[in-house]
């Protein structure tokens, strides 16, 4: 019965979204062969219409086998799927511990009052979607709003407004000659220690990160930016919005060992040695800017 009622709730975001049929039945036949394939799916849907609409998985039912409580079980199990509409910004605002003790509580008001809908809502123009959690491993700089895969810490009631104001502007409108918040690093391989850095191929101006990926059952090289903060990159072939792609060692072939979910999305988390010591992290996911730096 719990099932039936979700599932019937989802159907009222589905007026939101005109489901084509004929996409979803190609998403599926590009991923029948995988062995993780309702995932890949589900991933791929998602980016399609940035949630699960009720109907997409009624139909990846019909045409993989999955049961539809199989189908529902992976899309409410995983916290990357939603299905629900989220909004064009995804705010998230961290309610730990820590975070909780140094004022998170009042952030989450102001928000909500900012936004005028409460925590796990979408505006009705669907531009933000505020959401909580109960970490975002940056306990010693709560309270923690992370907007649109951005971390903004010991953030203060005064500043919301224009957080959000900058949201709709846009943070990936960096400006890398002139913004401070964006330092270079050198990294190595947490396997073989290898510098990653490539000198042969600049992003951003300056020496990029080089490693190997995989996605898809499909390999290629690809460019990251080494500015921590900017989220530029190349690649010999595109990953589709919302894949989880494998990283390998273009040095030693190894592929980089995960510890850790990423606390966004779910996926993965990719970690680098910084050269100097410490480590940087970043979410396997495309389009997921969740990141972390920890510098001894």
């Not at 791929?44 to 039912?61: C, D, F, G, M, T």
């Not at 080494?226 to 989220?231: D, E, N, P, R, V």
């Not at 970043?282 to 969740?290: F, L």
């Amino acid at each position: 019965m719990k099932q039936q009622s979700t599932m019937s709730n989802t159907a009222k975001n589905d007026a939101l979204a005109e489901v084509d049929a004929d996409r979803v039945s190609t998403i599926i036949e590009g991923h029948r062969r995988e062995r993780s394939g309702l995932i890949a799916i589900l991933e791929e849907i998602q980016a399609e219409y940035n949630y699960l609409p009720e109907k997409a998985l009624r139909i990846v039912s019909e045409q993989t086998g999955y049961s539809l409580v199989d189908v529902y079980g992976v899309a409410t199990f995983y916290r990357s799927f939603s299905l629900k509409p989220r909004g064009k910004h995804l705010v998230c605002a961290c309610l730990g511990t820590a975070c909780h003790v140094r004022g998170a509580p009042r952030i989450v008001r102001e928000l909500e009052q900012q936004l005028g809908i409460q925590a796990g809502q979408t505006t009705d123009d669907r531009e933000f979607t505020l959401e909580t959690v109960n970490c975002l491993g940056a306990c010693a700089l709560g309270p923690v709003v992370v907007i649109d895969g951005h971390y903004f810490s010991k953030v203060r009631t005064s500043k919301v407004s224009q957080l959000l104001e900058q949201a709709r502007k846009g943070f990936d409108k960096l400006e890398v000659e002139k913004d401070q918040r964006l330092f270079p690093l050198e990294v190595n391989c947490p396997h073989c220690n290898h510098s990653l850095k490539d000198e042969t191929f600049p992003v951003d101006g300056y020496p990029s990160i080089r490693v190997n990926l995989s996605s898809d059952h499909k390999q290629g090289w690809l460019r990251l930016s080494c500015l921590y903060g900017s989220y530029h990159s190349v690649s010999e072939r595109d990953v589709p919005a919302n894949m989880v792609a494998t990283f390998m060692c273009p040095h030693c072939g190894v592929e980089f060992p995960s510890t850790s979910d990423c606390p966004l999305c779910g996926a993965p988390i990719i970690p680098m040695l910084v050269n100097g010591g410490g480590m940087v992290q970043i979410c396997s996911r495309r389009g997921c800017k969740h990141h972390m730096l920890d510098l001894v």
